[in-house]
């Protein structure tokens, strides 16, 4: 389940992705933004009665294009309680390609363009 926290960033982010032709996957990239919000949507699975185990609440996040996410597990009496918590980054020259700098200050094994998620 995935939960849209500020959908003003959401829309932008989804416009921006779309401009730059790295909403889809196209085959040649895992790094497009939809492949990643499908990947925290669907995060955990369903239980046997076909609940979400994990619900992921998406955010704005401090670098440019890129959200915050906290991701939630449901406890046996039905309370929603945080698991962990990282960022759905993106990457490109703006910040080395996921060498680390600013403005994202996170690293890729490889040089990205696109999204990546960070925990």
């Keep these: 389940m995935l939960i849209i926290e500020n959908q003003k960033h959401f ?19 895992s790094n497009a933004l939809a492949s990643k919000l499908k ?4 995060y955990g699975g369903k239980d046997a009665d076909g609940n979400d185990r994990m619900r992921v609440r998406l955010a704005p996040d401090f670098a ?13 009496s ?8 990282g960022g759905l ?3 490109g020259r703006h910040d080395g390609n996921g060498s680390g700098s600013a ?8 040089p990205t363009v696109g999204w990546s998620v960070h925990t």
């Design 64 to 76: 440019p294009f890129s959200f915050f996410f906290v991701i939630e597990k449901r406890n046996d």
């Design 78 to 85: 039905g309370q929603w309680r945080t698991l962990f918590n």
């Design 11 to 29: 829309d932008e982010v989804v416009a921006f992705a779309k401009t730059v032709g790295l909403y889809e996957d196209d085959g040649k990239t």
């Design 103 to 110: 403005p994202t200050f996170a690293v890729t094994l490889e």
């Design 39 to 42: 990947y925290l949507e669907t």
């Design 89 to 91: 980054l993106f990457h």
